[in-house]
Nanobody, 118 residues
Framework: QVQLVESGGGLVQPGGSLRLSCAAS????????MDWFRQAPGEQRRLVAT???????NYGYFVEGRFTISRDDAQNTVYLQMNSLKLEDTAVYFC????????????WGQGTQVTVSS
């Protein structure tokens, strides 16, 4: 059974930092492109950051320069370092895995809440 389990969310003040983790079981992440998405209340889920199996990264313009996605395939874990957090970063953050060859093999985590508030 495949599981993606996010952790590291919480309440933080504006300007603060959090580090999200996504731990996988049942699959080897080295074969997957990994993404972080987020969804705020009343809004659609949107792509935050992507890291390919080769380590190439891409970011949404709204987090560029503040967030960093990374992966540790030996630990089967993907991370999202979030710095300089803003009120508008408040959302549920989801981890997503998509096989780099077999695109129908995709999986989602259950999400972790990030709340930025003073």
């Amino acid at each position: 059974q495949v599981q993606l389990v996010e952790s590291g969310g919480g309440l933080v003040q504006p300007g603060g930092s959090l580090r999200l983790s996504c731990a996988a079981s049942g699959i080897g992440l080295r074969h997957y492109t990994m993404d972080w998405f987020r969804q705020a209340p009343g809004e659609q889920r949107r792509l935050v950051a992507t890291i390919t199996s080769a380590g190439s990264t891409n970011y949404g313009y709204f987090v560029e320069g503040r967030f960093t996605i990374s992966r540790d395939d030996a630990q089967n874990t993907v991370y999202l370092q979030m710095n300089s957090l803003k009120l508008e970063d408040t959302a549920v953050y989801f981890c997503h895995a998509n096989h780099r060859i077999f695109s129908d093999r995709e999986y989602w985590g259950q999400g972790t809440q990030v709340t930025v508030s003073s």
